[in-house]
């Protein structure tokens, strides 16, 4: 992961993404144990992506290639990590790398998406598997529930949580 | 709840706590062996296998 990350700062470095922050199941596993995945998300912001340019991962892809790293569906095999490159898609995207959490991997800087951000944003997203890991996150105590609070309501996401919670949180309390 | 089921959770519980305490870099090359693993078990189960009868 070390040179994984060390690839994607040089990427920085060299103008090909912006702001960056991992994101998904490797997030997660900055708060947590660790949650076992065979990929990396990473949200990354474009630097062409302003006055309402066409968001396109292209120069990525471009670059990457160009260092010898292959492509594999729309993931690109990086020091044998496969990485997905996602651009945020709304507001809480944004905000999400924005506020990252900068941290080390072995000497190595990086950032990584809040507790809390990867919690709203696994609500919104809402799959089987967003809503375990959402749990992971409740019953480790490490959300900040003001912190929580304020990010689902700038959202629009307190209906949904309030579901999330009758239905999976109603009997442990 | 049975006394040993209360025992397992409660053991689980604590062997989380533990790994979750794990620096990011530990956890990390905990990620990597935990993925070396899975693809070794596709691996296995993309080989053929003989069939009988």
């Known amino acids: 992961m070390k040179a994984t990350l060390d690839i994607i700062n040089r990427m920085q470095a060299d103008g090909v993404i912006g702001q960056y922050a991992i994101g998904g199941a490797v997030g997660a596993t900055f708060y947590l144990e660790p949650v076992a995945t065979l990929d990396v998300d990473i949200f990354v912001s474009l630097p062409t992506a302003s006055s309402g340019a066409l968001l396109t991962l292209a120069p990525i892809y471009d670059y990457l290639t160009r260092c010898g790293y292959r492509t594999e569906g729309e993931y690109v095999v990086i020091e044998d990590w496969p990485v997905q490159f996602l651009p945020p898609t709304n507001a809480l995207g944004e905000e999400a790398v924005a506020q990252a959490v900068a941290t080390e991997v072995e000497g190595v800087p990086t950032r990584v998406i809040s507790a809390e951000h990867l919690v709203a944003m696994a609500l919104q997203t809402g799959r089987a598997k967003d809503y375990s890991r959402i749990l992971q996150f409740v019953e480790s105590g490490v959300l900040d529930a003001d912190k929580l609070d304020a990010i689902l309501n700038r959202h629009g996401l307190l209906g949904k949580w309030e579901q999330f919670a009758n239905k999976f949180l109603k009997e442990n309390q | ?53």
């Open chain 2, 1 to 53: 709840m049975s006394e040993w089921l209360r025992k397992m959770l409660e053991s689980k519980r604590r062997a989380r706590q533990r790994l979750a305490a794990l620096s990011f870099s530990e956890k990390l090359k905990l990620l990597e062996k935990l993925r070396d693993r899975s693809r070794t078990i596709a691996l296995v189960r993309e080989k053929p296998t003989k069939k009988y009868g």
